[in-house]
């Protein structure tokens, strides 16, 4: 599966799953896959200071293989090899978030007219689908610098320490041993992965 | 339905906003399991049943002429609603502002203004 389609994959995941009250109750965020019950949970203290450890070894690591490439290097060398223009990818978003607050505008002032609403309401949803796809294509542009990659180890590093099954009444661990998380599923591992971005997001720091 | 929907929808239903404004004068009354150590999601909840007490707070004054149930209904126009309030909010600022700056200009003889009666130093 190509990257592309696994993001949106997942974003798509996110979006259409159905949260009870329980989102707004604790830290955690539950879901399925098939008949069996998952969450995810903020890392406590010990956790956090594992993968803050980890993440630094990480850093370490990568710095020392052939080919490690910084978000600012790489950004350039996609530039002049006319592959991917950041600067302009960032004039194209303004000028989105532009149209975005003008059809906002529009929206707000245009009551009883429901012609009008729905015509904006539309356009209001293609913008924002455009600012996903730029997220989306920004972010498999850069996924060879080391910023990303560091990104995407603390996620999948978190993911293994803090995902958990139900069993009976009980919540366990998914994942005892780190060789038993990279033998896992590939599918569960990007569903539990998006689900632990999510919460990382929206938590408060 | 996406998470933030679903937190919407629940800050807005009349359950949750009798339990938020309960909860401002009896203190056994509390939204969250949790006191303390409040997560972003509880705390997007909080934001959101904020914003949702002030809008009805406004709509029940009559105070903007482009709210109404249904924009507070629809997600999509309720954001646009906070927008345009929030420009007409900023724009009133600036007025005030403005007109705090004239007031303050010292005139000698008021009625008969020139440029060179205006004391600058004040």
């Given at each position: 599966?190509?990257?592309?389609?696994?993001?949106?994959e997942s974003v798509q995941d996110l979006?259409?799953?159905?949260?009870?009250?329980?989102?707004?109750?604790?830290?955690?965020?539950?879901?399925?896959?098939?008949?069996?019950?998952?969450?995810?949970?903020?890392?406590?203290?010990?956790?956090?200071?594992?993968?803050?450890?980890?993440?630094?070894?990480?850093?370490?690591?990568?710095?020392?293989q052939e080919g490690c490439i910084t978000?600012?290097?790489?950004?350039?060398?996609?530039?002049?090899?006319?592959?991917?223009?950041?600067?302009?990818?960032?004039?194209?978003?303004?000028?989105?978030?532009?149209?975005?607050?003008?059809?906002?505008?529009?929206?707000?002032?245009?009551?009883?007219?429901?012609?009008?609403?729905?015509?904006?309401?539309?356009?209001?949803?293609?913008?924002?689908?455009?600012?996903?796809?730029?997220?989306?294509?920004?972010?498999?542009?850069?996924?060879?610098?080391?910023?990303?990659?560091?990104?995407?180890?603390?996620?999948?590093?978190?993911?293994?320490?803090?995902?958990?099954?139900?069993?009976?009444?009980?919540?366990?661990?998914?994942?005892?041993?780190?060789?038993?998380?990279?033998?896992?599923?590939?599918?569960?591992?990007?569903?539990?992965?998006?689900?632990?971005?999510?919460?990382?997001?929206?938590?408060?720091? | 339905m996406d998470i933030i929907q679903q937190?919407?929808?629940?800050?807005?239903?009349?359950?949750?906003?009798?339990?938020?404004?309960?909860?401002?004068?009896?203190?056994?009354?509390?939204?969250?399991?949790?006191?303390?150590?409040?997560?972003?999601?509880?705390?997007?909840?909080?934001?959101?049943?904020?914003?949702?007490?002030?809008?009805?707070?406004?709509?029940?004054?009559?105070?903007?002429?482009?709210?109404?149930?249904?924009?507070?209904?629809?997600?999509?126009?309720?954001?646009?609603?906070?927008?345009?309030?929030?420009?007409?909010?900023?724009?009133?600022?600036?007025?005030?502002?403005?007109?705090?700056?004239?007031?303050?200009?010292?005139?000698?003889?008021?009625?008969?203004?020139?440029?060179?009666?205006?004391?600058?130093?004040?």
């Amino acid at each position: 599966m190509e990257n592309r389609d696994i993001l949106n994959e997942s974003v798509q995941d996110l979006e259409n799953s159905n949260f009870s009250n329980g989102i707004v109750q604790d830290n955690k965020l539950i879901f399925t896959i098939g008949d069996k019950t998952y969450r995810v949970r903020m890392p406590i203290q010990s956790e956090q200071s594992s993968i803050d450890h980890k993440r630094n070894l990480a850093q370490l690591e990568y710095l020392n293989q052939e080919g490690c490439i910084t978000r600012k290097q790489l950004t350039q060398k996609l530039k002049d090899l006319n592959l991917f223009d950041m600067d302009k990818i960032e004039s194209q978003k303004n000028q989105l978030i532009k149209e975005f607050k003008q059809a906002q505008f529009i929206l707000a002032t245009s009551s009883n007219n429901s012609f009008a609403i729905g015509e904006c309401k539309l356009k209001i949803e293609i913008i924002k689908n455009e600012l996903k796809n730029i997220a989306i294509n920004t972010s498999i542009q850069l996924a060879p610098s080391l910023e990303s990659r560091l990104e995407k180890f603390i996620i999948e590093y978190t993911t293994f320490l803090v995902t958990d099954i139900q069993d009976g009444k009980e919540w366990k661990r998914v994942w005892e041993t780190n060789e038993e998380f990279q033998k896992a599923d590939s599918g569960l591992v990007e569903r539990c992965a998006a689900n632990i971005t999510w919460l990382l997001l929206n938590h408060q720091g | 339905m996406d998470i933030i929907q679903q937190i919407r929808y629940l800050a807005r239903s009349a359950h949750w906003q009798n339990i938020y404004n309960a909860s401002k004068e009896i203190g056994s009354v509390q939204l969250f399991e949790n006191t303390t150590n409040h997560s972003g999601l509880q705390s997007l909840f909080l934001y959101w049943v904020k914003v949702y007490d002030l809008l009805y707070s406004e709509l029940g004054q009559k105070e903007w002429r482009y709210l109404d149930d249904e924009v507070i209904k629809d997600d999509d126009r309720c954001d646009a609603f906070l927008y345009w309030r929030g420009l007409q909010r900023e724009n009133e600022l600036n007025r005030y502002k403005n007109n705090q700056k004239v007031n303050n200009l010292n005139f000698e003889n008021p009625g008969q203004v020139t440029t060179f009666d205006v004391d600058f130093e004040r």
